[in-house]
């Protein structure tokens, strides 16, 4: 009997463990996508795995009751309805955008991997949402966007200021070659 309850009990702190785990992973991440991996075989998902590792995410399965103990203190509790069926978190540590285009193109060459929804910097997105964030541009190509909208009006600037100088440059030029020909 004594055995049976050192057993359990090493049984619950393993668990409390990987709970642990889960929660700093949810609590680390920009985003924690959901997805139904049903059907994907080891290759596929060893394949998976290692594309989502080169964006800066990681695909982790856990069961659902740990999924449910793990995020009950934090924002995915919001979307406890996403926690039916076979379900693996992929977390996003570095670019959402970049980690969900990495799943809807995978998704689309491998039709078992569905989408169910997640959470991005604290907002719940069901699978449409996902869908539309991966067709955001990169936050490089954001970011390059807007550093060229407020660098504009500066460039226009110079180029201003620099139209006078090479004017009278011109006209100098001109003088010159003038004179070079009376000589």
Do not use: H, W
């Not at 057993?7 to 642990?20: G, I, N």
């Not at 740990?66 to 919001?78: D, I, K, V």
């Amino acid at each position: 009997m004594a055995e049976m309850v050192e057993t359990r009990r090493r049984t619950l702190a393993r668990k409390q463990v990987l709970v642990d785990g889960i929660r700093e992973k949810l609590e680390a991440s920009q985003a924690v996508i959901l997805v139904d991996y049903c059907g994907l075989t080891a290759e596929q998902m060893s394949n998976l795995r290692r594309k989502l590792k080169e964006k800066g995410s990681e695909l982790k399965v856990v069961k659902n009751t740990l999924a449910l103990r793990a995020s009950e203190a934090t924002a995915l509790a919001q979307a406890l309805d996403l926690f039916r069926g076979p379900t693996a978190f992929v977390f996003g540590y570095k670019d959402p955008v970049e980690t969900a285009k990495v799943l809807v193109k995978f998704a689309k060459e491998a039709e078992q991997l569905k989408l169910k929804g997640g959470l991005v910097e604290g907002r719940v997105y069901d699978a449409e949402g996902m869908d539309a964030l991966s067709r955001l541009p990169s936050r490089e190509v954001l970011l390059a966007t807007l550093l060229a909208t407020f660098n504009a009006p500066i460039a226009g600037f110079v180029n201003v200021l620099a139209a006078n100088l090479r004017g009278l440059v011109t006209v100098l030029n001109a003088i010159k070659d003038e004179k070079e020909k009376e000589a």
